[in-house]
């Protein structure tokens, strides 16, 4: 797809993101939508994956670590033909395959299970490791919160994946500045993130626009050519990203928008299209 | 009992690990800086490139072995209970659990017969811990024998499993020859009709001992192994409760949260019966030689005959 089809795409999964959470009157758009654009090339462009045959073993793999943002997981697997985008109306509803959080036994598509924050990341160490062990030659995305990262399993998990190696991995940090008592700052911040992941043995790329469909795209091309170490991508963006008073908004970080909002959300997105 | 063969149940963990690679390349192997203490550099020896370890960094391990196992493989995952159940316990919760994936947890080094270490390493709490889980397997085997059917039975079943081994050689009760393992389905090691005994681990040894002593004063106990925790083998427990009429809980675990209470979940609600529980009485550790704290903690035959005997009398 061409950077422009990818943009239509990742403005529908926006669509759903504030259609799922509305319907919920709960959830958390703020990291959805920072995390929408990359979701989208993953989903579309990057990833070896296959709807009708979501478990196929050769798949390429992604883990939610920040698994609050599944609005923008789930969304994303309906736009790729995962299930109905109809079920995103059912998000957090008793009997929904779509829980609060990812949980990979409920709904297709997803590959690990995830919520608590900090651990996705070593079980995608651990599916990468796996696929080195037993010959696979699949790869293992990994997104974590720029606020996750203040928990230790993260380092222990990077710790690992630099020492093993692990270039099949790329782990994803969604640099939005934001948490949820603050400012990633102003709480306890795991500044400077790209060093840090240096001195674990990662190549780091960072980009510098990651709601930016070119700019993820080379990112992602440089990604694939690393080698004998794992890539960790530091993408700057914008939580909230696409629904104007989200935008850089703390406040909109587990919130869900009520019907007037959501009628101003989807007339913004709509304009967009 | 001096001079019956005695093996640490963890020794048997790291030679059943071996064994069973030898049969099946599927699964691989973790530990966290304690390979020599919890037997899995037996394994490690055997098939190094099928051992990692995760160095001290327990949670990540269980992650990592989570990660493993949504690949349609298997991990063993091993440390001290302490750091197994309690320090991850939240890892093992929500990324295995949860997932209900294909993790073995070996969990070495439980109980107050970790002996001179002390409390911060004497894990009287897991099984209270993992029992809460849903769809966990909980295992507590007594001997070498046992532990290893415990570890086969382990890989077999799907979905995750604690085993729970000691650093104490116990006596070893059970024979290789004709011993029979079924996950879930205790063993009367020995019938009786005055009392009943539901032991795991090496409190099943020490059991047998007192019920022994107490058959000389007149006492006849029958004894439960049951190495499965969870699930309980709730029919074979109501049964010998209704044959005896009273039940003792023999366990090297606090008495809150463990197999005494499992065994009075299952006789309040289906036969209810007076009971007494032999365990850690919600109290730390401290350091000592391993038998010499079971002795004082009354977690030996002859504590568990005096505790026996004076229930069976009152
Ligand atoms: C272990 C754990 N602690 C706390 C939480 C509650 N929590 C959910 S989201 C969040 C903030 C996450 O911030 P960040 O990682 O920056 O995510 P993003 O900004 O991308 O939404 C917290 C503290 C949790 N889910 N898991
Ligand atoms: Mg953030």
């Known amino acids: 797809m061409s950077d422009d089809e990818l943009k239509q795409v990742a403005n529908e999964i926006r669509k759903g993101v504030v ?12 990291g959805s939508l920072s995390a929408t654009d990359i979701l989208t090339y993953l989903y579309f462009e990057e990833m070896n994956v296959d709807p009708a045959d979501p478990r196929k073993a050769d798949r390429d793999r992604f883990v939610l670590s920040k698994g609050h943002a599944a609005p923008g997981l789930y969304s994303t697997l309906a736009e790729r033909g995962y299930f109905p985008k109809s079920d995103l109306e059912t998000l957090r509803h008793i009997g929904s395959h779509l829980q609060g959080h990812p949980n990979m036994n ?15 990341v070593s079980a995608a160490v651990g599916m990468a490791l796996a696929a080195k062990h037993w010959g696979n030659d699949y790869r293992v995305f990994c997104m974590l919160g720029d606020g996750e990262i203040e928990e230790g399993q993260v380092w222990e998990a990077a710790m690992f994946a630099g020492n093993h190696a692990l270039d099949n991995l790329v782990l994803i940090v969604d640099h939005n500045g934001l948490q949820i008592d603050g400012t990633i700052e102003e709480v306890n911040s795991a500044m400077p993130i790209a060093d840090k992941f240096r001195a674990f043995k990662f190549h780091v790329i960072e980009l510098a626009d ?11 091309e440089e990604a694939r050519g690393v080698k004998g170490q794992p890539t960790c991508i530091v993408a700057e963006t914008v939580k909230g990203k696409g629904v104007s008073f989200m935008e850089n908004q703390v406040g909109w970080h587990g ?10 959300a989807m007339a913004e997105l709509s304009k967009e299209a | 009992m001096a001079d019956v063969k005695k093996v640490a149940t963890r020794a048997s963990y790291g030679e059943a690990l071996a064994e069973l690679a030898a049969e099946h390349d599927d699964f691989v192997v973790f530990d966290a800086d304690l390979a020599e203490a919890t037997h899995t550099a037996t394994f490690k020896k055997a098939y190094p490139e099928r051992f990692f370890d995760a160095g001290i960094a327990e949670g990540n391990m269980m992650g990592l072995a989570a990660g493993v196992a949504t690949t349609g493989h298997k991990a063993f995952a091993s440390t001290f209970a302490m750091f197994a159940a309690g320090r991850a316990f939240e890892q093992v919760r929500n990324s295995i659990g949860y997932p209900h994936l294909n993790v073995k947890i070996g969990a070495t080094h439980a109980g107050i017969s970790v002996g001179e270490d002390g409390a911060t390493h004497q894990c009287n709490e897991d099984i209270a811990l993992m029992r809460t889980i849903p769809g966990m397997t909980v295992i507590v085997p007594c001997d070498d024998v046992e532990a290893k059917a415990a570890v086969r039975a382990a890989y077999e079943l799907d979905g995750p499993v604690y085993m729970r081994f000691g650093r104490l050689a116990v006596p070893v009760v059970n024979d290789p020859e004709t011993f029979k393992f079924e996950v879930g389905k205790g063993i009367v090691m020995r019938e009786g009709t005055d009392v009943t005994i539901v032991a795991c681990g090496l409190m099943v040894q020490a059991a047998l001992e007192a ?11 029958e004894v439960i192994d049951t190495h499965t925790v969870k699930p309980i083998d709730a029919d074979l427990i109501v049964k010998s409760a209704q044959k005896t009429g009273r039940v003792v809980t023999c366990e090297e675990h606090s008495v809150i949260g463990g197999l005494g209470s499992a065994v009075c979940d299952v006789l309040a609600e289906r036969c209810p019966t007076p009971v007494r529980k032999i365990g850690v009485q919600d109290t730390f550790g401290y350091s000592g030689p391993a038998v010499d704290l079971l002795h004082e903690f009354g977690l030996d035959a ?5 505790e026996v005997e004076e229930f069976v009398r009152a």
């Open chain 1, 210 to 220: 990651g709601n930016d469909m070119a700019q993820i795209r080379s990112a992602f």
């Open chain 2, 302 to 306: 002859e504590g568990v005959a005096r």
């Open chain 1, 106 to 120: 409920d709904t297709p598509g997803v590959d690990m299970s995830t919520g608590s924050l900090g651990q996705g």
């Open chain 1, 19 to 30: 259609t799922a959470t509305h319907a919920a009157k709960s959830g958390h758009p703020g």
């Open chain 2, 211 to 221: 019920a022994e002593a107490l058959a000389e004063k007149g006492i006849s106990a």
């Open chain 1, 255 to 264: 919130k869900a928008p009520n019907d007037e909002q959501y009628e101003q």
